[in-house]
């Protein structure tokens, strides 16, 4: 019988994520309110979304990273690199 391997989850993935979006956001020399309207999402979520508050969490969609992954030019793979 074969062994299956301990998978390995990022316990952090949302904030993996935010990380990830606010870095290439910057790389790409764009501010929130541009990547918000490249997406068609507010400028007020788009902050919230990059926020490290701990206190609140802002959970999105697939369809929502997707758009800002082709808005910045990434995979969704690099999205959600550590």
């Known amino acids: ?17 935010r ?7 910057k790389e790409k020399g764009l501010t929130s309110a541009q990547l918000a309207e490249m997406v ?4 007020d979520f788009i902050r919230q979304l990059e926020s490290e508050n701990t ?3 802002y959970n999105f969609s697939v369809e929502t990273l997707y758009k800002i992954s082709v808005a910045l030019g990434v995979s969704l ?6």
Request: proline letters at 0%; hydrophobic letters at 25%; a positive charge.
């Open 1 to 17: 019988m074969k062994k299956i391997e301990q998978m390995q989850f990022d316990d952090d993935i949302y904030n993996t994520i």
């Open 19 to 25: 990380r990830n979006i606010k870095r290439y956001r």
């Open 40 to 43: 068609d999402l507010s400028h």
């Open 55 to 57: 206190k609140r969490t």
């Open 77 to 82: 793979d690099e999205l959600t690199k550590k």
